[in-house]
């Protein structure tokens, strides 16, 4: 079936903006992700959803960040009021369970740009 | 708190041996994993290796695991132009909820 799908793939916006980053998730996965990956570094974990609920928040920079699951389906990432720290892009990935060997499937990520 | 550490950059020509080392500090850790990122796409899964292991073999990736010096190495043998990429080691703790630690990221060149 098809992977895990994230849109916009590139949204650009200026600083004061609300966003919202939608994932889709493989069909089936009750465990979702989201990692935030500034330029030239590696991944930072955000928050982790089992479900529609979020066990685990505590990545989350500040709270102008939230985000939601419906179901186990589609998840969006809303940022408001953006600032330029958070230009980066913002990828989704999906497992089967979130336990054990827990293999997790990135989306291609959305590229965030504030000015 | 966990961290994972890892050099930014590795030159090879190809045909030779790349070795891509990582180390992290989580003693608890279950699961470490190797990831690839190639330009403009997604991290896809290369390989894994479980904590009770030494090393694992698949194909001409080999992955060693040093738990003692909690010390994780990728050598991909024979390396390919097409091998250029950066390479994330990432580490799964002792976390219930999955949550991978990523190391910065090695850049590896691979010259022909």
């Known amino acids: 079936g098809a992977g895990v799908s994230q849109s916009p793939s590139n949204k650009v916006t200026e600083k004061g903006k609300d966003v919202e980053l939608r994932c889709d998730p493989i069909s089936g996965h009750t465990a979702l992700y989201w990692y935030r990956q500034r330029l030239g570094q590696g991944l930072e974990f955000l928050i982790y959803f089992q479900g529609n609920s979020a066990p685990d928040k505590s990545g989350l920079p500040s709270d102008r960040f939230s985000a939601e699951r419906t179901g186990e389906s589609v998840s969006t990432l809303t940022i408001q009021r953006t600032q330029q720290e958070d230009s980066a892009v913002y990828l989704c990935a999906s497992s089967q369970s979130g336990q054990g060997r827990n293999e997790q499937f990135f989306g291609p990520g959305t590229r965030l740009t504030v000015l | ?112």
């Open chain 2, 1 to 112: 708190g966990e961290d994972v550490e890892q050099s930014l950059f590795l030159s090879v020509r190809e045909g030779d041996s790349s070795v891509i080392n990582c180390t992290y500090t989580d003693s608890s850790s279950t699961y470490l994993y190797w990831y690839k990122q190639e330009p403009g796409a997604g991290l896809q899964l290369l390989t894994y290796i479980f904590s009770n292991m030494d090393m694992k073999q698949d194909q001409r990736l080999t992955v060693l695991l040093n738990k003692k010096d909690k010390h994780l190495s990728l050598r991909i043998a024979d390396t390919q132009t097409g091998d250029s990429a950066i390479y994330f080691c990432a580490d799964h703790g002792s976390s219930n909820t999955g949550k991978l630690i990523f190391g910065q990221g090695t850049t590896l060149q691979v010259k022909p």
